[in-house]
């Protein structure tokens, strides 16, 4: 089975951190980009952020300065690093590897309350 596996969301305070990471298994993960996306309740799944295969990046607007995505092909994984997290992140976000293919992982839930 060729699924990206996402983990470490939950619950947290405003103003705290957590850090999500995607494992993929099935595919070259090196020659791959990988993204985070999100789907809030009622909204559309947007992109967060993205790292080339060559290790470019990109960020939303409202998440640049306070995400940090990275990947380490030795591992297959690429994380994402949330800090200063505020109620408008809250979430689930998904893992997407996009290459020969595209992969989606299953979702975790991120969710950002006092």
């Known amino acids: 089975q060729v699924q990206p596996v996402g983990s470490g969301g939950g619950l947290v305070q405003p103003g705290g951190s957590l850090r999500l990471s995607c494992v993929a298994s099935?595919?070259?993960?090196?020659?791959?980009?990988m993204s985070w996306y999100r789907q809030a309740p009622g909204k559309e799944r947007e992109r967060v952020t993205t790292?080339?295969?060559?290790?470019?990046?990109y960020y939303e607007d409202s998440v640049k300065g306070r995400f940090t995505i990275s990947r380490d092909n030795n591992k297959n994984t690429v994380y994402l690093q949330m800090n200063s997290l505020k109620p408008a992140d809250t979430a689930v976000y998904y893992c997407?590897?996009?290459?020969?293919?595209?992969?989606w992982g299953l979702g975790t839930q991120v969710t950002v309350s006092s």
């Open positions: 997407n590897a996009k290459g020969m293919n595209t992969y």
């Open positions: 099935g595919f070259s993960f090196r020659l791959y980009g």
């Open positions: 790292i080339t295969s060559a290790g470019s990046t």
